[in-house]
């Protein structure tokens, strides 16, 4: 689901860093006292941000505090400078002034992210998106959006609602995560079932690399087979290679209608072949398969105080169809839930098909992320296997930590050849806040 870029060679591999950079503002000080207090090389850069982006340069330690910890809790920086461009060619400015002092960059979109990418190591200068969120174009006869790189995932999927249209890709923490951050962790989330990677969608992308040059690869063509496609490397590689600064992305026509069972069952192997059943009969509507455990529902119903909709099973499940014509979708749902309750493979079920409804269901799924971080520190594993052998790995994990943890918990996606299951060890903590 996400990238696992280690931090360190993420900074080493690309902007490079000062060793010897050591700023110390004052919580309230202007930015000429700050200036005053500074080496001229440095004290040269911050006046030649403050000039390039008037207002728009962070350096109260309060402000800059949420910027320099990641979303989890887990990995903190200490970066004193906080910039805020609102155009490519500012990014471009700043990337060439820290490349030629060697000065350390760290992009940050939403900070949502799960690995610690987003956050210093040391005292990276971050560059942050935030204010980089103009939409460009949106052509209705294509479907293709292009748009700034800090574009938030649910304004532009609210953008496309009031034109008919969706975005490709869904995930838990759409009301923060910013497009360009998505497309740098190759974000899979919630409807890869049915639109496919950002390797698809993504059709152009505007990079500054960092030197300051500007690759302007921002193409709005479903087919081009000219030459190389070097967008495709940017996607996923987490600001390693540039700045992403602007997007098209091809979004789908908004479906006519929409559908999520949230089922029940008692084993995993239950779940698979329910699965397998639900691509045999829903075919080319079924658009969602998730799964989550016990543990996961028990941590809901604790911390978010979400209740089950269902009788205490096992395993749940969503899934999700997207099809044009009700009837039609509703009568095949239909058919299918009744064939996987004949043949036992699911104990439980209830169906949803007004909005506020769909809403509550899918929230089981998006926020557990969010009550796992209620119940203690969350210890992530993000890994890739073959369907039958997923849940594996969390029984073992059961297993050979024992007591030392206060919940194990699997959930993820299962509608994928062979789909990453995400793995939650909360309880202890295995390191302090920090650098690693
Ligand atoms: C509740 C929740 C649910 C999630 N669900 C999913 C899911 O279903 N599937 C999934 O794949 N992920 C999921 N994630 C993690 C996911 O990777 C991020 O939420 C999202 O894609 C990151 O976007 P962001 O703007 O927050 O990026 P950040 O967290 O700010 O940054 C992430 C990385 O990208 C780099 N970066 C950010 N912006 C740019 C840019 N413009 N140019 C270059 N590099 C940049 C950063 O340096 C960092 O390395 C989830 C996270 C949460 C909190």
């Not at 923490?173 to 409807?191: D, E, P, Q, W």
């Not at 059961?398 to 995400?422: I, M």
Request: hydrophobic share 35%; net charge negative; aromatic share 6%.
């Amino acid at each position: 689901m996400m990238g696992t870029l280690p931090r360190m060679l993420k900074l080493r591999a690309v902007l490079g860093r000062h060793q010897n950079l050591c700023w110390n503002f004052p919580s309230s000080g202007s930015e000429t006292t700050i200036l005053s207090k500074l080496p001229p090389w440095t004290s040269a850069g911050l006046l030649l941000a403050v000039n390039i982006l008037p207002g728009r340069v962070v350096t109260d330690p309060d402000l800059l505090e949420s910027n320099n910890e990641d979303w989890l809790k887990s990995v903190r920086g200490s970066s004193e400078v906080l910039l805020r461009p609102q155009t490519s060619q500012e990014v471009s400015q700043i990337l060439k002034y820290c490349n030629s002092r060697n000065l350390a960059v760290n992009p940050q979109g939403g900070n949502t992210g799960l690995v610690g990418g987003s956050v210093p190591v040391y005292d990276e200068i971050i560059l942050s998106t935030a204010l980089m969120n103009h939409i460009r174009s949106f052509d209705s006869i294509s479907g293709i959006l292009t748009c700034q790189a800090g574009c938030v995932l649910e304004d532009l999927s609210l953008y496309l609602e009031q034109r008919d249209h969706i975005m490709p890709l869904d995930l838990g923490a759409k009301g923060s995560c910013h497009i360009g951050g998505n497309v740098a962790t190759n974000a899979g989330g919630l409807r890869l079932l049915r639109y496919g990677s950002l390797h698809g969608t993504v059709l152009g992308l505007e990079v500054v690399l960092a030197d300051g040059q500007v690759l302007d690869c921002l193409a709005t063509l479903r087919k081009d087979n000219t030459g190389y496609d070097l967008k495709q490397l940017f996607i996923g590689s987490e600001g390693t290679l540039g700045v992403i600064t602007a997007a098209s992305i091809l979004c789908p026509r908004k479906p006519k209608s929409v559908n999520v069972a949230f089922l029940g069952c008692e084993t995993f192997e239950q779940l698979l072949k329910t699965f397998q059943l639900c691509r045999g009969m829903l075919g080319e509507i079924l658009s969602a398969y998730e799964f989550l455990d016990s543990e996961c529902m028990r941590l809901l119903n604790t911390h978010l105080k979400l209740a089950n909709p269902v009788r205490d099973c096992q395993f749940y499940i969503v899934i999700e169809t997207s099809g044009s014509e009700p009837t039609h979708d509703e009568e095949k749902l239909h058919n299918f839930l009744e064939e996987a309750m004949t043949s036992s493979l699911v104990s439980e079920g209830t169906v949803a098909t007004e909005d506020s409804k769909i809403k509550a269901l899918w929230s089981l799924r998006e926020r557990i992320t969010e009550a796992m971080a209620h119940d203690g520190y969350t210890y992530k594993y993000d890994v890739s296997l073959p369907v039958e052998e997923l849940y594996q790995l969390v029984t073992d994990m059961r297993e050979r930590v024992g007591g030392r943890a206060k919940s194990v918990v699997g959930y993820g996606h299962c509608g994928r050849w062979k789909p990453p299951p995400e793995h939650h060890l909360s309880g202890q903590r295995p390191r302090p806040l920090g650098r690693h």
